[in-house]
């Protein structure tokens, strides 16, 4: 839906697929935009600030499962998961790989769905003549060495870092991709603008895939707009509490309104906060050659509490 020229980008691609896509890596971090998208979509329950329910387990994606499965039934019990639980978990050395074994379940599938759209140009052939330029490079760099000139040396082996280093790194987006970027882009400068009146007209589900993609991508406005989406939905409440009051009554025209049912959202700072301590639990237990692999990014919000 569309708001005085502002829009959320709306496509097939999952919303932690799209922060996959938008920060170049599936942290834990992220699994905290993923559980609440888990919310939007009415699978799981928002308790408190720190306690979630899962209310129904029928999800469409892979990784939805795998997040469910660490969560719900591995971190969690009876359907329940805690921060709290989160974080002592975490904490524990002894978890840490049965942790990284389902987190990068998570992660292998979250990536599986985003290699199903087309967003990157194939660059093989290219890839493949800057290995051989590479390589031709090191056999100059060799002779070089044994003629003892220096000079050259230094500017073959520049040369072929670069080749080598595009050979590996060298992946542009397509049209498609492009597209999607800029999309994304333009949401997050509209969030930095904080200008109420593009908000205006938005569907709550909008709004709350906004809240989410702020969530993932660590927006430093983020509480400006869960403030905005409790305002939004304590009005929804108020006009259905009125249409169901009318219709009881018999005044209430007979198609029920299109309104949003999604679940209470509480905090999502100190959810962010949360995972953010999980992910330096995880990255202290892991073994000093896994370190980077698991933990991710770093960051995420602070702390607080209160719904609505």
């Not at 370190?291 to 607080?304: A, D, E, Q």
């Amino acid at each position: 839906m569309e708001s005085n020229g502002f829009y959320v980008p709306v496509n097939d691609m999952s919303l932690p697929a799209v922060l996959l896509f938008k920060n170049g890596v599936a942290s834990v971090e992220l699994m905290s935009a993923a559980l609440l998208d888990l919310v939007r979509k009415g699978h799981v329950k928002q308790v408190s600030d720190e306690k979630f329910e899962l209310v129904d387990a029928n999800v469409k994606l892979e990784h939805e499962k795998a997040l469910i499965q660490l969560l719900f039934f591995q971190i969690g019990h009876d359907k329940k998961f805690t921060l709290n639980e989160l974080k002592s978990y975490t904490k524990e050395k002894k978890n840490y790989q049965a942790f990284d074994k389902k987190f990068s379940l998570w992660k292998d599938l979250l990536q599986a769905e985003l290699n199903q759209f087309e967003v990157k140009v194939k660059t093989t052939k290219e890839r493949i003549i800057l290995s051989l330029i590479g390589v031709l490079g090191i056999g100059f760099a060799i002779t070089f060495v044994y003629y003892e000139l220096y000079m050259q040396l230094v500017i073959v082996a520049m040369l072929t870092l670069v080749a080598f280093g595009f050979a590996l790194f060298y992946s542009p987006y397509n049209y498609e991709g492009t597209l999607r970027k800029q999309e994304w882009e333009r949401v997050d400068q509209w969030m930095r603008e904080l200008s109420t009146n593009k908000w205006e007209g938005l569907s709550l589900d909008d709004r709350f895939r906004v809240l989410i993609y702020g969530v993932g991508v660590k927006h430093p406005e983020l509480d400006a707009y869960y403030k905005d989406f409790v305002s939004a939905q304590k009005q929804l409440d108020q006009n259905r509490t009125r249409y169901d009051e009318r219709y009881r009554q018999g005044t209430g025209d007979a198609q029920h309104e299109n309104f949003y049912y999604g679940g209470v959202v509480y905090n999502p700072m100190f959810l962010a906060g949360s995972f953010n301590q999980a992910s330096t639990n995880v990255s202290h237990n892991a073994p000093s050659s896994d370190s980077s692999s698991s933990g991710g990014g770093t960051g995420g919000g602070g702390g607080g509490s209160g719904a609505f």
